[in-house]
Nanobody, 122 residues
Framework: EVQLVQFGGGSVQAGGSLRLACAASGFIFDEYSIGWFRQAPGKEREGVSCISSSDGSTYYADSVKGRFTISRDSAKNTVYLQMNSLKPEDTAVYYC???????????????WGQGTQVTVSS
């Protein structure tokens, strides 16, 4: 059974940092790309970042480029999202997801984590 369990999140003041983790099990970790998405109240879910299984290429939404960093640790079957210089507009529930890269880009990934709240106060 594929499982994605998220850790991290919480509340921080603007300019602060948080790290999210997504621990994966039930599939061959290095064969699937993993991405992070977020959904703020009253807004549609948006893609934040993803990392490719094939060559480790990383992708970021324009709104987080230069502030967020995605990485994967194959020894721990875990993907991280380091979030620096956080802004109030980063406040959302963050989800990790896994599937082939094309599905992640399309937002149609098959497997999702449970979500974790990130709140950034001004």
């Amino acid at each position: 059974e594929v499982q994605l369990v998220q850790f991290g999140g919480g509340s921080v003041q603007a300019g602060g940092s948080l790290r999210l983790a997504c621990a994966a099990s039930g599939f061959i970790f290095d064969e699937y790309s993993i991405g992070w998405f977020r959904q703020a109240p009253g807004k549609e879910r948006e893609g934040v970042s993803c990392i490719s299984s094939s060559d480790g290429s990383t992708y970021y939404a324009d709104s987080v480029k230069g502030r967020f960093t995605i990485s994967r640790d194959s020894a721990k079957n875990t993907v991280y999202l380091q979030m620096n210089s956080l802004k109030p507009e980063d406040t959302a529930v963050y989800y990790c997801a896994t599937d082939q890269l094309e599905a992640l880009v399309a937002g149609t990934a098959k497997y999702w984590g449970q979500g974790t709240q990130v709140t950034v106060s001004s």
